[in-house]
């Protein structure tokens, strides 16, 4: 296990309790489906929660990054940050939802940008091919053995000393992690969802639980760059 530091979140936050409520009473909802239908308030509510985060990823990197794979990238409201420190970046966007593409074109039509309507956990990344990888409050809806999956992926599209930064908010404690587990198992269940088949339930995993998929995927070197609340930014390398 690599070695981390930053501090940990106490209590459980608005998102577990909102869970030990009851029911919505509605079947949750398909991934693009979901985004897509709120594309006209997304980039609101998330600079809203993570504006600060968005602002300043790009200070995250290391000097030099030339190309960059951006994993679930909606309409990419992170590139802003990306492309005032590196306004030569050959950036490939992969995203469900091609209502979110189509803006993120609109918003950046004379970059280098490559854009891909696609799930990335069944995508082929390719190997060696990034300087970088980034996600962006996404993979809280992975099932950690998806997560690790992806995290192997991710770590063989980077080439030899390149660098993978997550941020996304995380479970604050195991007790936080198991409820928003079990919600997901009792929507499933209760909505006959089938195996296999990406809906909109969170379940995002503590900070100890992260860095053991990456490290098991084979990154090392993992850093905690920044936590507010549940909002981490990690940050792990391919060895050069």
């Known amino acids: 296990m690599q070695a981390h530091d930053g501090p940990r979140t106490g209590g459980i936050p608005h998102l577990a309790a909102e869970l030990a409520g009851p029911d919505p009473g509605e079947p ?3 991934m693009a489906d979901f985004f897509s239908r709120r594309v ?3 980039e609101d509510r998330h600079l809203g929660r993570w504006g600060e985060e968005y602002a300043h990823i790009a200070d995250c990197f290391d000097e030099k990054l030339e190309r960059l794979l951006d994993i679930g990238c909606g309409t990419g409201l992170e590139l802003a940050s990306l492309y005032r420190r590196f306004p030569a970046l050959q950036v ?4 469900l939802s091609e209502t979110m593409l189509g803006q993120l074109r609109a ?3 004379d970059r280098d940008l490559r854009l891909i309507q696609a799930d990335y956990t069944a995508w082929d990344l390719g190997e060696r091919e990034y300087d970088g990888v980034l996600s962006f409050e996404t993979l809280h809806h992975l099932l950690p053995e998806e ?3 992806l995290y192997v992926k ?3 599209a980077l080439r030899p000393g390149g660098c993978y930064m997550e941020c996304d908010y995380m479970a604050c404690c195991q007790e936080e ?3 928003c587990w079990n919600h997901y198992q009792y929507r499933r269940a209760k909505y006959g969802v089938r195996p296999g088949r990406l809906v909109h339930i969170d379940i995002p995993l503590t900070l100890d639980r992260q860095v053991e998929l990456l490290d098991r995927a084979g990154f090392v070197n ?3 760059l920044h936590q507010r609340e549940c909002t981490v930014i990690l940050k792990a390398y391919r060895p050069g």
Do not use: C
């Open 40 to 42: 006209d308030i997304y």
């Open 147 to 149: 997560k690790e999956k």
């Open 92 to 95: 490939t966007g992969i995203d």
């Open 222 to 224: 993992i850093q905690v």
């Open 154 to 156: 991710m770590f063989r």
């Open 177 to 179: 992690q198991d409820l």
């Open 107 to 109: 918003s950046y039509p």
């Open 28 to 30: 949750p909802e398909e």
